[in-house]
């Protein structure tokens, strides 16, 4: 069966500890329940990762050390039966006004496009006000997640309107959140 439900996945503070612009391997650490909460995800949707890493436009990191962190992620997922289809980054900064910064939904209409993807049936999990907006704009449901910024940016949630499907405090809550909504 072709598989036509995506998850986008943020990224920072969603699969990883977000701890402000890392690329170093050293500083990666896979936050909790998400090994188990995508392994119970992934026969029904295809998993992809879109990411701002304006750390590249700061100067911070290379393009080339953001994938060198990145396959490190893909790797340790690999290692768990689980595949990440494509990662999207943009490497831009809020004041390049590109058109690939989460919120704006470029690289979830690609995605989309590219995958034949059933946009009522797919999800975005972020764990910013900017991740959800990015997930309504393309059409998808969404999760809030209190991990990395999340507990700090959840007023801006009702301060500005925004209504996420689901808020919870830990991965693997979201996971068999998204299960039973299914
Ligand atoms: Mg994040
Ligand atoms: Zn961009």
Not at 8 to 17: A, N, S, V
Not at 126 to 149: A, C, E, M, Q, W
Request: proline share 3%.
């Amino acid at each position: 069966m072709v598989k036509n439900k995506a998850i986008i996945l943020d990224r920072d503070g969603t699969l990883i500890e977000d701890k402000n612009y890392a690329y170093k391997v050293e500083d990666f650490e896979i936050l909790p329940g998400v090994i188990e909460g995508l392994n119970q995800l992934k026969e029904l949707f295809l998993f992809f990762i879109v990411t701002n890493q304006s750390g590249i436009g700061k100067g911070y990191y290379s393009v080339e050390d953001f994938h060198n962190f990145n396959n490190h992620l893909l790797n340790t997922l690999d290692k768990n039966n689980i595949k990440i289809e494509k990662t999207y980054f943009c490497p831009h900064l809020a004041e390049d006004h590109c058109e690939c910064k989460k919120p704006k939904p470029k690289f979830i209409q690609l995605i989309a496009k590219e995958h034949n993807i059933n946009l009522k049936e797919s999800w975005v999990i972020g764990d910013h006000p900017s991740d959800i907006l990015f997930g309504l704009n393309g059409g998808y449901k969404t999760v809030y997640l209190r991990t990395g910024h999340g507990e700090k940016h959840i007023e801006e949630l009702e301060q500005k309107s925004i209504k996420p499907d689901i808020i919870t405090d830990h991965f693997l809550k979201a996971s068999q959140s998204i299960l039973k909504k299914i």
